[in-house]
């Protein structure tokens, strides 16, 4: 099949790997432009264009498409079956949408319609969701609310992190967008009830509130992994939280109770495991306790 692949971060690199090495011919790959990058800001690729690169498959980065007529019509001049469109990152304008004659198919890590937008993978963690999965969904002009060709649920265990549903998510689309292409399932519009949104994420998500219950703070520490991450502060030092378990003890809220740093939430309390300190590597509590003794009594900020 023709196709154009239209994605930029780690997430849909599987999808593109397995859209190639299933023999599909892939005329361009659409993806953010490369930009400064990390604490010497020296111009990186995203994750697909590496991958573009590696398989020799041509590379075109605009850097917008619903006021460019010209990259759009030198998209509709690739003649396509379908374009696979995996967290691009630019909105498609509906000369794009309709160019290809099967349309434009997304890979969104969510069960639509419940995680519309920008952090799916986050905001079921957050929710406390008991499973999430992928969608494969034909692109309309809103905002992920194209009918549905294909769901696959995944199960969010107790420990799930963002880390590990991602990976997991990834290779489940990759499978899916596959099956979806050589099955052409019927569209399905998607249901009016159940609607949510997840937002964009800042890093001023990751503030911990120690008013929160203990199963709360939980739940953001593994749905913040490994981005933005989760931090309270001590002082004025900041203190990030890499991960943690949830134990009994009761107190006032971000109020450290014994020398193992259990800490007081607003119902319950935990443990971090793996903490930060800045300028330093993530390393174990216990670790760092040793080196930086903090007791009964230590009152962190929310």
Avoid at 87 to 96: D, V
Avoid at 181 to 192: F, K, N, R, V, Y
Avoid at 275 to 299: C, K, S
Wanted: aromatic share 4%; with cysteine; hydrophobic share 45%.
């Amino acid at each position: 099949m023709r196709l154009a692949f239209m994605g930029s971060p780690d997430f849909a690199v599987p999808a593109l790997h397995a859209l190639h090495a299933a023999g599909h011919e892939i005329v361009a790959v659409y993806c953010q432009p490369p930009r400064p990058a990390g604490r010497g800001q020296a111009v990186r690729r995203c994750p697909v264009h590496a991958a573009a690169d590696a398989l020799g498959i041509p590379v075109r980065t605009p850097e917008r498409l619903r006021t460019d007529a010209a990259a759009q019509a030198a998209f509709a001049a690739l003649d396509l079956d379908v374009a696979a469109v995996v967290a691009y990152g630019l909105i498609l304008p509906r000369a794009m949408l309709d160019a290809p004659r099967r349309g434009c198919l997304n890979i969104h890590a969510s069960l639509l319609p419940r995680w519309r937008g920008a952090g799916p993978i986050q905001a079921a963690i957050l929710a406390g969701d008991a499973e999430t999965g992928v969608t494969i969904m034909h692109m309309d002009a809103g905002l992920d609310t194209g009918p549905i060709l294909l769901r696959a649920a995944v199960p969010i265990t107790p420990t799930t992190t963002a880390a590990t549903l991602h990976d997991t998510l990834a290779a489940v689309g990759a499978s899916l967008i596959l099956s979806a292409l050589d099955t052409s399932p019927t569209p399905m519009a998607q249901p009016e009830a159940g609607v949510t949104y997840a937002p964009k994420l800042s890093r001023e998500d990751g503030r911990i509130d120690w008013s929160q219950s203990a199963a709360s703070i939980d739940r953001r520490i593994r749905a913040f992994d490994p981005w933005p991450g989760t931090f309270t502060t001590l002082g004025t030092t900041v203190f990030k939280v890499l991960s943690a378990v949830i134990v009994d003890g009761a107190g006032q809220p971000g109020t450290v109770l014994d020398n193992d740093l259990t800490i007081a939430c607003g119902e319950g309390a935990i443990r971090p495991t793996r903490v930060q300190w800045p300028g330093r590597a993530g390393m174990d509590a216990a670790a760092f306790l040793r080196g930086h003794p903090i007791g009964p009594g230590t009152v962190f900020g929310s």
